[in-house]
Nanobody, 131 residues
C-alpha cells in the first residue's frame, strides 16, 4: 500500500511563492507517474502538473506554464511543486496523486487531463492567494 502526504500549503499575497511537497511511503515500484491536482469549491478536480519517473516526462496545464515547476526526488520518492507568481485564481485545495505500473509509467498528459484515472491520493493541502 502506498500513502501520500502533502505539505507546504498556506496563504500568500498575489505575486508570492509557495513550495508544496508530497512524500510517498510504501512500495511505489519501478514505474509510476505522480502529479499535482487542484480543486476549488463547486469545480471539478483539474490537473496542474504531472511527471513520470521512467523518462522524466512532464506535463503542465496551460494556466500554470512558466509559473509552476514540478520536480521529483526519486531517491526519496518526494514530489515537489514550486509555485511562483501566484494569482488569486490559483486558490484551491491541492492534491498529490499517483499511479503505478509494472511495465511503463503512465502517460503524463493523459493522467493530467483525467484525474479520475489515478488510484492513489493524498489528503490535500490548501493554497490561498489574496489579491
Amino acid at each position: 500500500e502506498v500513502d501520500l502526504v502533502e505539505s507546504g500549503g498556506g496563504s500568500v499575497e498575489a505575486g508570492g511563492s509557495l513550495k508544496l511537497s508530497c512524500s510517498a511511503s510504501g512500495d511505489v515500484g519501478a514505474h509510476y507517474t505522480m502529479g499535482w491536482f487542484r480543486q476549488s469549491p463547486g469545480k471539478e478536480r483539474e490537473g496542474v502538473a504531472t511527471i513520470s519517473n521512467d523518462d522524466d516526462a512532464i506535463s503542465y496545464a496551460d494556466s500554470v506554464k512558466g509559473r509552476f515547476t514540478i520536480s521529483l526526488d526519486k531517491a526519496k520518492t518526494i514530489l515537489y511543486l514550486k509555485m511562483d507568481s501566484l494569482k488569486p485564481e490559483d486558490t484551491a485545495m491541492y492534491y498529490c496523486g499517483a499511479d503505478l505500473s509494472r511495465w511503463k509509467a503512465p502517460d503524463v498528459d493523459i493522467f493530467r487531463a483525467n484525474p479520475s484515472l489515478l488510484r492513489i491520493w493524498g489528503q490535500g493541502t490548501q493554497v490561498t492567494v489574496s489579491s
